[in-house]
């Protein structure tokens, strides 16, 4: 046999042999990873009550975070929707033409804040108070002729200014005192009103601003219970399994494999946690979504993503979450008892 039979020989073996390594190596890791699965599971049932307890608070803390993300977000929406219905509502002479009001509504319109305009003259406020009134008789009786024209010649136009920005209204109320055109029309017995419905815009917006920090805070605070606990539950295993991991390391085992079945442990409260928190945030604020709907609470956005496909990733964000925060406290504990031992 030639050298170049025996080199082609011998690289078909070595192909051969590698892949059979490869084979093992992969057949060795799924192995390994099924015992660590199968121990971990093992182990939160050894600790069940430990395992419970570290659950709970979990599920609390996601809960408070779920609280916290909600309460930020409706309060923001309902402020939000206020300001969208906010008018500024301007009141000119009785009896001031279409006309000039038509051009009055062309000279405030040059305002870049000014996002949409509704006039109506005197007749047209007399026949709005006329709708508002048409189930009372005793006021439908006394209007005859003379009471009607009376009343239309007291009653003023209006113009109706919605903006974008109900922050910042000091050019609108620059051209309403200084322009002349409004100083001429504007009537000098009823003010401008700017100012309306701005304290319960207030009163919302700090409410969302309280919601957020203080569901922060209380969030941090069960977080790093959770995290002692499930702390405390995984140095409490690994003491009871002490001669255990001894054994294991005097066979051989990997630090990975030691700390595996510890990490699926508190993976598995995160897993539960991240259920029951889910569970119970979907219908707690099922039941309180009328409720709030009836306080003028704005809880569409919310709803939409209940009430849709979303609802599966909500339920992910949950379980992800509950995982995250078991795996970092597994992890802090089995690593201070790895490297002090």
Same mark, same amino acid.
């Given at each position: 046999?030639?050298?170049?039979?025996?080199?082609?020989?011998?690289?078909?073996?070595?192909?051969?042999?590698?892949?059979?390594?490869?084979?093992?190596?992969?057949?060795?890791?799924?192995?390994?990873?099924?015992?660590?699965?199968?121990?971990?599971?093992?182990?939160?049932?050894?600790?069940?009550?430990?395992?419970?307890?570290?659950?709970?608070?979990?599920?609390?803390?996601?809960?408070?975070?779920?609280?916290?993300?909600?309460?930020?977000?409706?309060?923001?929406?309902?402020?939000?929707?206020?300001?969208?219905?906010?008018?500024?509502?301007?009141?000119?002479?009785?009896? &001031?033409?279409? #006309?000039? %009001?038509?051009? /009055?509504?062309?000279?405030?319109?040059?305002?870049?804040?000014? +996002?949409?305009?509704? =006039?109506?003259?005197?007749?047209?406020?007399?026949?709005?108070?006329?709708?508002?009134?048409? &189930?009372?008789? #005793?006021? %439908?009786?006394? /209007?005859?002729?003379?009471?009607?024209?009376?009343?239309?010649? +007291?009653?003023?136009? =209006?113009?109706?200014?919605?903006?974008?920005?109900?922050?910042?209204?000091?050019?609108?109320? &620059?051209?309403? #005192?200084?322009?002349?055109?409004?100083?001429?029309?504007?009537?000098?017995?009823?003010?401008?009103?700017?100012?309306?419905?701005?304290?319960?815009?207030?009163?919302?917006?700090?409410?969302?601003?309280?919601?957020? &920090?203080?569901?922060?805070?209380?969030?941090?605070?069960?977080?790093?219970?959770?995290?002692?606990?499930?702390?405390?539950?995984?140095?409490?295993?690994?003491?009871?399994?002490?001669?255990?991991?001894?054994?294991?390391?005097?066979?051989?085992?990997?630090?990975?494999?030691?700390?595996?079945?510890?990490?699926?442990?508190?993976?598995?409260?995160?897993?539960?946690?991240?259920?029951?928190?889910?569970?119970?945030?979907?219908?707690?604020?099922?039941?309180?979504?009328?409720?709030?709907?009836?306080?003028?609470?704005?809880?569409?956005?919310?709803?939409?993503?209940?009430?849709?496909?979303?609802?599966?990733?909500?339920?992910?964000?949950?379980?992800?979450?509950?995982?995250?925060?078991?795996?970092?406290?597994?992890?802090?504990?089995?690593?201070?008892?790895?490297?002090?031992?």
């Amino acid at each position: 046999m030639t050298n170049a039979e025996n080199d082609k020989k011998l690289k078909k073996v070595s192909k051969k042999g590698l892949k059979t390594m490869q084979k093992n190596r992969n057949r060795h890791i799924i192995r390994e990873k099924a015992r660590v699965v199968k121990y971990g599971t093992k182990g939160f049932g050894r600790n069940i009550w430990l395992s419970s307890a570290a659950t709970a608070v979990m599920a609390i803390t996601l809960i408070i975070l779920f609280v916290t993300v909600v309460a930020s977000v409706i309060l923001t929406n309902t402020a939000e929707l206020m300001k969208d219905k906010i008018d500024i509502t301007i009141y000119f002479k009785p009896n &001031t033409t279409a #006309e000039k %009001l038509v051009e /009055l509504t062309e000279t405030i319109k040059t305002d870049p804040n000014i +996002k949409s305009v509704e =006039t109506s003259t005197s007749e047209e406020e007399y026949a709005k108070f006329l709708e508002e009134n048409a &189930t009372s008789d #005793e006021i %439908l009786e006394i /209007l005859d002729d003379d009471m009607t024209k009376m009343m239309i010649d +007291k009653m003023q136009a =209006t113009m109706r200014i919605k903006v974008y920005d109900v922050d910042n209204l000091d050019s609108i109320k &620059t051209m309403v #005192e200084e322009n002349e055109l409004f100083r001429a029309y504007t009537d000098k017995e009823k003010a401008p009103t700017y100012d309306v419905n701005r304290a319960e815009i207030a009163t919302i917006t700090s409410w969302a601003r309280i919601a957020r &920090t203080g569901g922060i805070i209380l969030a941090v605070v069960f977080l790093v219970i959770s995290i002692l606990i499930i702390f405390s539950t995984i140095r409490m295993a690994i003491f009871s399994r002490r001669e255990e991991i001894y054994m294991m390391k005097l066979v051989g085992a990997d630090k990975g494999f030691i700390r595996g079945p510890f990490l699926v442990e508190a993976e598995i409260c995160g897993i539960i946690a991240g259920l029951i928190a889910g569970t119970a945030s979907y219908f707690g604020f099922k039941f309180l979504s009328p409720k709030l709907i009836n306080y003028g609470i704005d809880v569409t956005s919310i709803n939409n993503v209940l009430d849709s496909n979303k609802l599966i990733l909500v339920f992910l964000a949950f379980i992800l979450a509950g995982i995250i925060i078991g795996r970092i406290s597994a992890r802090l504990a089995v690593s201070k008892y790895l490297h002090k031992t």
